[in-house]
């Protein structure tokens, strides 16, 4: 008995091991893939700002927002 409650259990921690890294990988993908978009095309910043420069000025001008 114990070997199918640890394989039940092992096949829960699996399960929840995904659904949370899967998400957590395309959002780096996703990251990625708009940082070399903005990079690779020059877009300027005042239309597709790049992730960074967003989290930089969020940190620069909270007091303001």
């Not at 890294?21 to 020059?42: E, H, K, Q, R, S």
Request: no cysteine; aromatic share 16%.
């Amino acid at each position: 008995m114990t070997k199918i409650g640890s394989a039940t259990e092992t096949a829960k921690t699996a399960a929840t091991f995904w659904r949370i890294a899967i998400p957590l990988m395309m959002l780096v993908l996703l990251t990625g893939v708009w940082v070399f978009y903005v990079w690779a095309f020059d877009v300027p910043h005042y239309i597709l700002p790049s992730p960074m420069r967003m989290a930089e000025t969020l940190y620069t001008d909270w007091p303001i927002l």
